[in-house]
């Protein structure tokens, strides 16, 4: 079956530091890849996405590869900011899975301090 | 627009109360999903409609039952919940079942008291 692995968290950083969230996969086809944001107390938006090998997906800074090769997904932001902080999702979606359902990794808390 | 609205907020019901969680999108999407989602933990599907059809329901208890009254509009009728479902239940919407991202909504949270 399909699963999606993060990195766990806390992640605490200082305000401009350069951050790695790391998200490898496991899919039994051709998955597109996401990351999800979650500010606290609201739903989840969708941050970037990518849907071949070699795709990057960037939005706000944030930027993802997606990496066939070693199957990793992961995200990066040159100087985050405090308004940063919040919870990411990393998820797939595999259309050879039924139902073509989005699979979620457990999802990494990221702390921004001033 | 790529709003999802969902309400109520909030909501706090009784383990004999019957409430609904109401969804709206108006981007064309013909699938709609519920999710719940517990403190530090990734949403987990709950049901699947595709062209206001129920596609998949995840053994969900018949507690909880979705309704897709037309393309725009989903609901989830709550009835004799448990303190445990307590969660922060989300509203997602795609173009088709599983194609492309799904766009969420702010969620409701609901406590059962």
């Known amino acids: 079956g399909n699963s999606v692995t993060q990195m766990e968290g806390p992640v605490t950083l200082s305000e401009e530091a350069f951050l790695t969230i790391n998200c490898t996969y496991t899919a039994t086809g051709y998955p597109s890849l996401f990351w999800y944001v979650q500010y606290p107390g609201e739903g989840l938006q969708l941050l970037l996405k990518a849907t071949k090998a070699d795709d990057k997906g960037s939005n706000k800074g944030f930027e993802a590869t997606y990496r066939k090769e070693t199957t990793s997904f992961h995200l990066e932001k040159g100087s985050v900011q405090v308004s940063d902080s919040a919870v990411y999702f990393c998820?797939?979606?595999?259309?050879?899975?039924?139902?073509?359902?989005?699979?979620f990794g457990g999802g990494t808390r990221l702390m921004v301090k001033p | 627009d790529t709003e999802v609205t969902q309400t109520p907020k909030h909501l706090v019901m009784g383990m004999t109360n019957k409430k609904s969680l109401k969804c709206e999108q108006h981007m064309g999407h013909r699938a709609m999903y519920w999710y719940k989602q517990k403190a530090k933990k990734p949403p987990e599907l709950m049901f699947v409609?595709?062209?206001?059809?129920?596609?998949i329901n995840e053994s969900v208890p018949s507690r909880f039952s979705p309704e897709c009254p037309n393309s725009s509009l989903l609901n989830l009728h709550l009835h004799a919940l448990q303190p445990e479902d307590s969660a922060l239940y989300l509203c997602a919407s795609s173009h088709r079942q599983g194609k492309t991202e799904a766009f969420f909504g702010q969620g409701t949270r609901l406590t059962v008291v």
């Open positions: 409609y595709s062209y206001e059809k129920l596609s």
């Open positions: 998820a797939l979606s595999d259309r050879n899975n039924a139902g073509n359902m989005l699979t």
